[in-house]
């Protein structure tokens, strides 16, 4: 039809033309009443690339590329290149990883593919990331369809001096699906919700945008006008915060507070692979170096965290605390930090384009507070590759209450769960609700929320944690979202400043990583007694020996010479995802044999 009508108008003399000749408009020229298109069902993306296998030729790039571009529907989105480092095939020898072709289809189609695809051509779903603390708040019944008509619930939030707080969650639970809204500049916000009248409203949960700590009011009594929620800063919990220096009771359990001040990091380089980070919060200035690879990798918009998650693991990590700036404490604040956002909207494609960025960068530590329901062969290669290459990645052990998620659970990673503390929380808040007790041992606990399983290497502090937000502030999140920059932090510290890396600074290989990962679980602590929940347990710097030496020495790459590595470490035998045993808590047989070997080899050298 669009053809015929653009014969019609090129000729002019139609009945039906209008404006050339003297024929009265066809009525069925008229205008017509504007159709809205209907709603089609979403196309999906797919990552699909040649797999190396021994005696079979790889498919080239262009071959995958021209074969998707002659199928009908079918987009190419764009083509992750390799780095041109490590190794990518069956039993781990040669060939670097292939180019990945980003498509988007339908999701049948891709689905066909997948399944006739020959051994030699990988194809799997570009999945969306989630970070790690996407945390289920849902009460029982509070997922039940309930008919009815929609009540408004009226809410206002103050801090103790009355004063409105503005960009607070709220979230108000009833006996259908939970209703949510953000406050305004006055402080106040209209929730919406179905299922019955106020007195079936069960629960209404508050978190506010910076310094002041959530709460959560159960069976709260409502009016139909204006209900005003108080929530409490954290200066009444923190005395003179955020103006004077606060130590996090989870850089206390690691013994960060302890630790000489002239180890701050320096000459470390670590990669945060999350939403971005606010570098004009005054404790994070220093980060000046990012990416963007959820908006084509623009140079600046990598600043623009619209999560506030990236910029609470940085503040972890690398927060400085000089001069006045002194509210929260990262690890190694003279480390250089790299932010690349690949939240929102970021998938395993972005992920892998993230990690060539950290191995072209020559970066040390990876902090991954992230993960996915499902896997991928092209990301787990990708972080194979990244070992090889002396990256170490640090990943969350994800908050699903179950199995601990991918990437997590590949044996090339150290995975982290979450460890909490009772009595560093208001009993209101939504921290407490965390709490299992039969996961409880004497302070610390295992959150409900923490992902479990034989990959957990150690456990990092994952409730109540403080850290920076965009905008100059602080909250309090949990998560293993927060537990892993712990780690991450501690690494750092470790790289810059332990002898056993001082010869071998400039040695990027497996041998670095598997050193790290082994240095962090000989200082692990366990809290539980559960290794599926905390691996060989928290980190300790105060059990990790030859970091008071490198204080009196200075500088790790002035010092002088240090102590032998002890021999080579063998780790061609992945663990498996085994947990770390603890050498000082557990039994030799419990320990995995590479780690065990690693293990007495620097002990005998007198570096653990």
């Not at 002019?12 to 008229?30: E, I, L």
């Not at 009226?154 to 409105?164: A, D, I, K």
């Not at 003279?334 to 939240?343: D, Q």
């Not at 071998?504 to 679980?521: D, G, I, T, Y």
Request: aromatic share 6%; net charge neutral.
């Amino acid at each position: 039809m669009a053809d015929n009508n653009a014969s019609d108008n090129s000729a002019g003399q139609g009945k039906g033309s209008n404006g050339r000749g003297n024929a009265a408009p066809n009525k069925t020229d008229a205008a017509a009443p504007t159709v809205e298109p209907t709603v089609k069902a979403r196309r999906s993306r797919f990552l699909v690339a040649a797999r190396p296998l021994p005696g079979v030729q790889p498919m080239a790039v262009d071959a995958i590329a021209t074969t998707l571009n002659n199928m009908p529907d079918v987009q190419i989105i764009k083509q992750v290149k390799p780095s041109g480092f490590g190794a990518f095939s069956a039993g781990g020898g040669g060939g670097g990883m292939p180019e990945i072709v980003v498509a988007e289809m339908d999701p049948a189609r891709g689905a066909a593919l997948r399944a006739s695809a020959p051994p030699n051509v990988i194809v799997e779903h570009d999945a969306l990331l989630r970070h790690a603390d996407d945390l289920s708040m849902a009460f029982n019944n509070a997922m039940t369809m309930s008919p009815g008509i929609g009540i408004d619930v009226r809410l206002r939030v103050v801090g103790t001096s009355g004063q409105p707080l503005p960009k607070a969650t709220v979230y108000v639970y009833g006996l259908g699906f939970p209703g949510q809204g953000v406050t305004d500049d006055r402080g106040e916000v209209t929730v919406t919700v179905f299922g019955g009248p106020l007195e079936t409203i069960q629960a209404i949960y508050v978190k506010p945008s910076a310094n002041y700590w959530d709460r959560m009011f159960e069976r709260p009594a409502l009016s139909d006008g204006i209900n005003t929620l108080q929530l409490q800063p954290f200066s009444a919990t923190f005395q003179g915060f955020p103006g004077s220096p606060y130590v996090g009771w989870g850089q206390q359990l690691m013994k960060l507070d302890q630790l000489d001040p002239s180890l701050t990091g320096q000459g470390v380089k670590v990669a945060i692979i999350d939403s971005g980070c606010d570098s004009g919060h005054p404790q994070l200035t220093h980060v000046t170096r990012g990416m963007d690879f959820t908006n084509n990798k623009d140079g600046a918009s990598w600043t623009r965290d619209t999560m506030s998650h990236g910029t609470h693991c940085a503040g972890i990590i690398t927060a400085a605390t000089s001069g006045q700036l002194k509210a929260v404490r990262g690890f190694a604040p003279m480390a250089e930090v790299h932010a690349l956002k690949v939240f929102p909207g970021g998938r395993f494609s972005d992920l892998i384009d993230a990690l060539d960025q950290c191995i072209a960068s020559g970066i040390d530590v990876v902090n991954m507070s992230l993960g996915s329901s499902e896997a991928s062969e092209l990301v787990a290669h990708k972080l194979i590759e990244a070992r090889q290459n002396g990256v170490a990645c640090i990943v969350a052990a994800g908050n699903a209450s179950g199995p601990v998620q991918f990437p997590g659970n590949q044996p090339s990673v150290l995975t982290v769960s979450a460890i909490g503390k009772l009595g560093e929380f208001p009993d209101d808040s939504y921290h407490a609700r965390t709490v299992v007790p039969n996961m409880v041992a004497g302070a610390m606990f295992s959150p409900r929320f923490t992902c479990f399983g034989p990959q957990i290497g150690v456990a990092g502090p994952g409730v109540a944690i403080v850290s920076t937000v965009p905008g100059g502030g602080y909250a309090a999140w949990d998560g293993t979202s927060m537990a892993t920059p712990h780690i991450t932090g501690m690494g750092a510290l470790l790289l810059a400043h332990h002898p056993v890396f001082r010869d071998a600074a400039k040695a990027r290989n497996e041998q670095r990583v598997s050193q790290l990962f082994s240095l962090l679980a000989s200082a692990g602590v366990r809290y539980l007694g559960d290794p599926t929940r905390e691996g060989v347990g928290v980190p300790d710097l105060q059990r990790v020996s030859g970091l008071g030496a490198a204080a009196q020495s200075g500088n790790m790459a002035t010092a002088s010479a240090a102590p032998p590595l002890g021999g080579t470490m063998s780790f061609g035998v992945p663990y498996q995802g085994s947990p770390f045993a603890n050498a000082y808590l557990q039994p030799a047989q419990m320990i995995h044999p590479a780690l065990l070997q690693s293990f007495l080899q620097m002990r005998n050298a007198g570096l653990v």
